[in-house]
């Protein structure tokens, strides 16, 4: 069945749903963001981490949500995702089984056209000639059901650049029209899904309101493409500082920079802003760890509706690290 959707912008999506009516399902496995064309390896993790965001916001209370950090993918444009990746392995711990499962993947294309045209004078005198580009995005977000290789759920839209907009992230979003474009088709597809989505129990009450501190996306890496954290090392200090600063306000758009210059200290994990005062957890605590890795907004909206406790590594703003468990 093909439907379009309406768009932010007023444009259209286009969709094309094949959702079986038995479909039921209690995670979603989320693919690194697959750029093509060339962009650093941080790059797919944070966007991909974007789109998490976003999956959280809309059914992070009926689903299970795994991230790339936490898998890895050896044939990324395999529709058999369990024969294509290791992500069938973080099921059994959540009592999830492979059939309950869907993979999230999310990809886009970057087309750019160059026109010449003559720069006349005053008096309509050609004086040189100026070059303009114009970049249109275009964004690919497909669900798949692994264990009948079906695409239950294919959604794709267009953006263009607009190379006169003001940006008041201070360049932490090198293309806010994709991010935009991914983050809108990621709404569409998981509402798409609303009927399907289902949780295994009902979740604890939350836990904090957290932000990334995202310095693991220098770590992240695939297959020729390598981490960033070795470039990262050579690079004049002041670039270092400036990069991490604008990866810091890619992750977290919404906070305010005094914020995140209190932030840029701090070790990667989850800074808590805000968390219920009979709770575990404080503000300005920085959850390190889950169960020995790292920390993750993903794993912790998981701890929620997990069979059992999470053990994690915190930060306290007080003073010291201690290890509690979630929920």
């Not at 809309?58 to 369990?82: H, I, L, M, T």
């Not at 087309?111 to 010449?116: G, K, P």
Request: charged share 25%.
């Amino acid at each position: 069945m093909l439907a379009l959707v309406g768009s932010a912008c007023g444009s259209a999506y286009k969709v094309q749903r094949a959702v079986p009516a038995e479909l039921s399902a209690s995670a979603v496995v989320v693919y690194p963001f697959l750029f093509r064309w060339p962009e650093p390896a941080y790059r797919s993790f944070e966007l991909s981490e974007r789109l998490l965001d976003v999956a959280l916001a809309e059914a992070g209370e009926r689903a299970f949500f795994f991230g790339p950090s936490e898998f890895k993918v050896y044939r990324p444009e395999d529709d058999n995702a369990w024969a294509a990746s290791n992500a069938v392995t973080l099921l059994p711990p959540y009592g999830v089984r492979p059939e309950q499962a869907l993979v999230l993947r999310a990809w886009a294309e970057r087309r750019i056209q160059s026109a010449q045209g003559e720069v006349l004078d005053a008096k309509g005198r050609a004086v040189g000639q100026n070059t303009v580009e114009e970049t249109t995005y275009l964004g690919h977000v497909e669900v798949l059901h692994p264990s009948t290789h079906q695409r239950v759920l294919e959604i794709s839209g267009e953006a263009k650049a607009d190379p006169f907009a003001e940006h008041p992230d201070d360049g932490a979003d090198s293309a806010p029209e994709l991010t935009r474009l991914m983050e809108n088709l990621t709404r569409e597809a998981l509402r798409g899904l609303e009927d399907q989505l289902h949780a295994p129990r009902e979740p604890s009450p939350a836990l904090a309101r957290v932000a990334l501190v995202p310095w693991q996306a220098f770590e992240y890496s695939e297959e020729g493409r390598p981490a960033h954290v070795a470039a990262l090392a050579t690079m004049d200090p002041l670039d270092a500082e400036l990069l991490r600063q604008q990866r810091l306000r890619f992750a977290n758009p919404a906070l305010e920079t005094s914020l995140l210059d209190r932030m840029a200290r701090l070790p990667a994990g989850l800074y808590v802003l805000s968390a219920p005062e009979t709770g575990k957890l404080a503000p300005g605590d920085v959850i390190l760890q889950f169960d020995g890795q790292p920390a993750l907004p993903q794993v912790l909206a998981r701890a929620r509706l997990a069979p059992v406790p999470v053990q994690a590594q915190v930060q306290r703003a007080s003073g010291g690290t201690a290890r509690i468990l979630l929920p």
